[in-house]
Structure formats: C-alpha cells, structure tokens
C-alpha cells in the first residue's frame, strides 16, 4: 500500500482528501504545516506528498527549496495542490521540484487520485 | 568697515539655518508619505493574498464534496438528487471564477500585475484557444475559424493574451445564437490587428460607454448574465492597454459584434 503525507493547515480540507485517499487505497500521513511536514518526510518515509503551499510555520515553497537543497534526502515526488493559480507561482513550484501542481477550486478528488497514481512507480 | 561687514554676514547665518530646518521639515514629510505609501501597498497585498486563500479555502472544500458525491461513489444517490448537486457546482464554479476574477481586476487597479513579456506566434496562440472552443460552438451549433496569417510574432505577456482571446472568444460564443465566430489577425504599422467577429445578439449604441466597465452586463441575453462575472471585458481592455495595445468595438443590435484588440510587434518579426 503507497503513503501519501498530506502537508495541509485547513483541518476541513483534511478531513476531505483523507476521506477521498483512504477511498483510493493509500495509507495517509498528515502535517498540518510545513514544519511538521518536513519532519515527518523524514520519520514516515512517504512514497508521494501532497504538500499546500500557504500555510504558517514553513510555507510550501520554503519546504521544497529545503527537500531540494538536502542533498542526503531520497527524492520523493511532491505534488502541490494551491488555490494559487498564478501561472508564476506554477513555475516557481515547478521549478523547485514540485512534479506537478493542482488547483484546489479545478482538480475533482478523482482527478487528483489518477495525478497522484502517474507519479507512483507502478509495481506495487 | 569691520563692522559693517559683520551685521550682513550674521544676518546671511540665520537664513541659512532656517533653510536647513524647513528642508529638514520637508524631509521628513516627504519619508512619511513614502512610508505611508509603503504601509498601504503591504496591507493591500496582505488583503488581496488572505481574501483570495479565505474565499477560495471553502469553496474549495465545498466543490470536492459535491463532486464525491454526484460520482455516486460515495453513498447512493438518485437522478434527481445529482441534479440538484450539479446546480451547486455550477453556483460553485462561478463564486470561483468571480474570485479569480476579482483578483485580477485588484492586482490591474493597484499596478501589481506582473507581466512577463516574450516574443511569440500569435496566430499559433490563437489557433490554439480556438481549438480548446470547438467542442463548445459544435454544441451551440455555431462555426468557429480563424483567418489571418499563418505566422506573426508579437511582444507581450503569452499568458495574458491567452486570457484576451479566450474571454473575447467565449463572449462570442455565448452572445451568438446562431451563425459564426470568426477570429482574424493581421499586421498594421508596427501592430498586430486582431479581430474577434461575431454574428450575435450585438450591443445596443448606448451601452458602448459601459461595455468595458467593471460589473456592467449585457441587457440582450439576461438568463446569460448568470454565466457571466461581468468582469471580463474590463479585465481584457486593461490587460491589452498594460501591454500597450488598444482595444475597440463596433457593433450593431441583432447583427453581431466585433471585438479589435492590438498588439504590439515582436523586432523580429521585421
């Protein structure tokens, strides 16, 4: 079974991806900031993460410049998944890792299951 | 004669420290105002960021439920039942693009918008948006094409011309019961010339004024106005002017529409 660690501070928004993901067969992790989302890269081991990008202590791209720069950390795809929708912001993810980028208002919760699939090796 | 020199020479001191004091004075206002100006820009741009995560947060959430739930995936639900949830999803997805646009128009008025202008085909852009459009006017039963040259370099924001075409090109479509859309570009001086024609509804003479104006929505179709933010049109003129275009329109009620935009011409184009 893949893990996912759902890096997300809306607690309602949670409580909605886990449902969608548990749904989907994934075992899920939760962090609430990027703080905690860092930590718990390193002690969970995820197979995938769905990191927010505005959130309080350590925003999204503050934790992706972070996995980039840790040359001793195993590169693990991070999906994000933003109401921001700037295609600057897009690029910026993008260019400091992130493998894809998910509007929250556009993706269906199917939509991002099938995203998240893509990004899995497909063995297991 | 010492003396006679000294009185001038005391009086000349005392000018020049009361000059030093209102230039002090002065100074310090004019850092004040900067520092007002400064405080202002940083609290707008804190509203604009939190308005934008508060509004589209819940919105967010309330769109994913409703989706899991008109899947049918997620616990039973009848015909009937899915119809009602379809009509909160398109409530939904009009907050959403309201917010957007909302958004833009805030980041247009207070001079943040950020534009990234590149050299690129804008017949290939346009041909483009109008491939993304067909399934939509086959529904309406209208015929959409593009005429124009084959290549034309342009300088300005890629994204943001793609927004133009495609707010110009939906309006088109969603104000023409029948007939065509047709887009057309072509070179004038050192400008791109493009044309949005339509053979719509058309716009009454007097509203012209306002057709560009925030909020302003067409009396001809008003069951149209739900689909609308009635922000596009302001959003496309100011967005053709930041990249130092003009945008026009002629029209004529129960013949259509014609949207012109302008471009500036990429160097290499010559």
Redesign the interface.
């Known amino acids: 079974m893949f893990k996912v660690l759902l890096i997300e501070d ?1 607690l ?2 949670v409580r ?2 886990e ?2 993901l548990k ?1 989907a067969g994934f075992e899920v992790v939760c962090a609430l900031n990027g703080e905690e989302g860092l930590a718990k890269i390193k002690k969970d081991s995820p197979d995938v993460v769905l990191l927010d990008l ?1 959130m309080p202590k350590k925003d999204g791209f503050a934790l992706l410049k972070e996995l980039g720069e840790d040359k001793g950390q195993a590169r693990i795809p991070v999906l994000c998944l933003s ?3 700037q ?2 912001d897009i690029d910026r993810a993008k260019h400091l890792g992130a493998v894809d980028f998910l509007i ?3 993706v ?3 939509d991002m299951v099938v995203k998240i699939r893509k990004v899995l090796p497909s063995s297991n | 004669m010492a003396m006679k020199l000294k009185e001038p020479y005391s009086g000349l001191e005392q000018e020049v420290a009361n000059r030093k004091k209102d230039l002090a004075e002065a100074k310090e206002v004019v850092e004040n105002q900067l520092r007002l100006k400064t405080e202002f820009e940083e609290r707008e741009k804190d509203f604009i960021s939190v308005a934008s995560h508060g509004l589209q947060t819940p919105l967010a959430l309330i769109r994913g439920y409703m989706t899991m739930l008109v899947s049918g995936n997620y616990g039973n639900v009848d015909a009937e039942a899915k119809k009602y949830i379809a009509e909160c999803l398109n409530g939904t997805d009009r907050l959403v693009r309201l917010v957007k646009d909302l958004l833009s128009t805030s980041r247009i008025a207070s001079g943040r918008l950020k534009l990234n202008k590149t050299s690129f085909d804008l017949a290939d852009l346009i041909n483009g948006v109008i491939f993304s459009f067909q399934k939509v006017a086959k529904q309406a039963h209208l015929e959409l094409s593009y005429k124009g040259v084959n290549k034309i370099l342009v300088k300005a924001d890629r994204d943001r011309t793609i927004e133009i075409v495609t707010n110009l090109v939906d309006n088109a479509i969603k104000y023409t019961k029948r007939g065509t859309v047709v887009v057309s570009v072509s070179k004038e001086r050192s400008y791109a010339v493009v044309e949005v024609v339509d053979t719509g509804v058309g716009i009454k003479k007097n509203a012209f004024p306002h057709v560009f104006d925030k909020f302003y929505f067409s009396e001809a179709l008003v069951s149209k106005q739900q689909e609308s933010t009635g922000l596009g049109l302001y959003i496309v003129k100011s967005l053709v002017e930041v990249m130092g275009g003009t945008i026009r329109l002629e029209s004529k009620e129960g013949q259509g529409s014609t949207f012109t935009f302008t471009l500036p011409l990429s160097k290499t184009n010559v």
């Open positions: 809306d309602p928004l909605m991806y449902v969608v749904k505005v109401v921001l929708h295609q600057e929250k208002t556009e269906t919760p199917d």
